[in-house]
């Protein structure tokens, strides 16, 4: 193993930096396994991003180089920012937390279709009895499907026969867990400040990768690698798009500084994040996307004592400890965020250079008073009128963004 190190100052931020090889992205044969076996253990080295580090440094970034001219973000972290909760009772207030991150899930509060792996493999459990049990499960009742395992054992085939056409029919599940995706409560930003933070991470982390290769590409000893370009500058043209929206509502309105961050945080998160709820520990993966662009993935882990009989104390938790990480006696849960799904039909719909149109963002942002607007197909469909007006990305045609199947544009991975 070598590694290439710097330290340096971004923009008054100080970020320790350490360029490591990277072996491989994935291992078909370790999908959906989460065991640490003697091989995994004699071919691995421990990093601890948290020791030793001095008071002044706020970044500490690993970039992993492959056999190309791309690197990986293999780990940012982010040393000054960290959640806290109003009160004392800490772990009263992530529990509680937690329990209104619980009511925002779908499905049951299952996770019902997650193809990258991070799922695990199929077991017949509990979570399946509950997933056969849930209306929405399959258009038939439960016995009046097949349900099969695939051979890679990281999806269940359901066969049916429709009632119109009496032709057979398919979908597929993983295995199911507690947790899922959701769209956060714009509420919650000013319930949970950290949530700011935590959401500025992703734009914040594009912008130092950003900086970074500039800053180091005069210098002989850095690497000449392209680190994530594709999903650096998916984020950065997000928070681009966010700053266009704040820049034109202020135009109308007139906001103190605590309502602009918020206004920002409103439109940032309903256009460009969709968050998801982990409780169980996550399978060896390849994160997957409808689309096929990459993201930028955000976490953020908490943790709770767990009750003197062991349980967590809330319903529909899975798993006893929880993702695990948290340490003994301990019920930990993650909260991640990802660029969120129909990228291309969102950034038109955002772009400042449609700004002026009828039924654009801006102008349901100067309709309604603020950035809370959703993108919804009505919407959308009211936007596409506009025709030949409209600015699209490149190589992208408003036919292409025209509404089929929503079910098809759902992040699998």
């Known amino acids: 193993m070598y590694l290439i190190s710097f330290t340096l100052l971004l923009q008054q931020t100080k970020l320790r930096v350490y360029y490591v090889p990277k072996l491989r992205d994935e291992d078909i044969t370790l999908k959906g396994t989460n065991d640490i076996s003697e091989a995994d253990l004699s071919t691995s080295f421990y990093f601890d991003a948290s020791r030793n580090v001095s008071e002044d440094v706020d970044v500490t970034l690993v970039i992993g180089l492959d056999a190309s001219d791309h690197g990986s973000i293999l780990l940012m972290r982010f040393h000054k920012l960290k959640p806290c909760f109003p009160g004392k009772n800490t772990c009263l207030s992530t529990k509680q937390f937690l329990s209104n991150l619980q009511k925002e899930l779908k499905n049951g509060g299952l996770e019902r279709r997650r193809v990258g792996g991070s799922s695990g493999t199929v077991t017949y459990s509990k979570n399946v009895k509950l997933l056969l049990a849930t209306p929405n499960s399959t258009p038939r009742c439960a016995s009046g499907a097949v349900w099969l395992r695939d051979k890679d054992n990281l999806k269940i085939h359901v066969f049916y026969f429709g009632t119109q056409d009496a032709k057979a029919k398919y979908f597929y599940y993983t295995t199911p867990r507690h947790g899922g995706s959701f769209q956060m409560p714009l509420k919650y930003y000013e319930d949970y ?221």
């Open 193 to 413: 400040p950290f949530l700011q933070d935590f959401a500025s991470t992703k734009p914040l982390a594009a912008t130092i990768v950003h900086t970074l290769q500039k800053t180091l590409q005069h210098d002989k000893n850095a690497p000449r690698v392209l680190v994530c370009p594709a999903a650096v500058d998916e984020e950065m043209k997000n928070m681009m798009a966010a700053r266009a929206f704040v820049s034109e509502f202020l135009k109308n309105h007139e906001l103190n500084e605590y309502k602009r961050k918020i206004l920002f945080y409103q439109f940032y998160s309903v256009n460009f994040l969709n968050y998801t709820l982990v409780m169980h520990p996550v399978g060896r993966h390849l994160d997957v996307f409808s689309d096929g662009k990459p993201s930028l993935e955000n976490r953020i882990c908490f943790s709770f004592l767990l009750k003197r009989d062991g349980s967590s104390g809330l319903r529909n938790t899975g798993e006893k400890w929880g993702r695990g990480g948290g340490g003994l006696h301990r019920f930990s849960f993650a909260l991640l965020d990802w660029t969120s799904y129909n990228r291309n039909r969102r950034r038109t719909w955002t772009d400042e250079a449609n700004r002026h149109l009828p039924h654009s963002a801006a102008d349901y942002g100067n309709r309604n008073g603020n950035g809370a607007q959703r993108l919804t197909q009505t919407i959308w469909d009211h936007f596409a009128r506009n025709g030949e007006r409209i600015t699209l990305p490149r190589n992208v045609t408003l036919e292409q963004l025209t509404y089929r199947n929503r079910y098809n544009n759902r992040n699998e991975g």
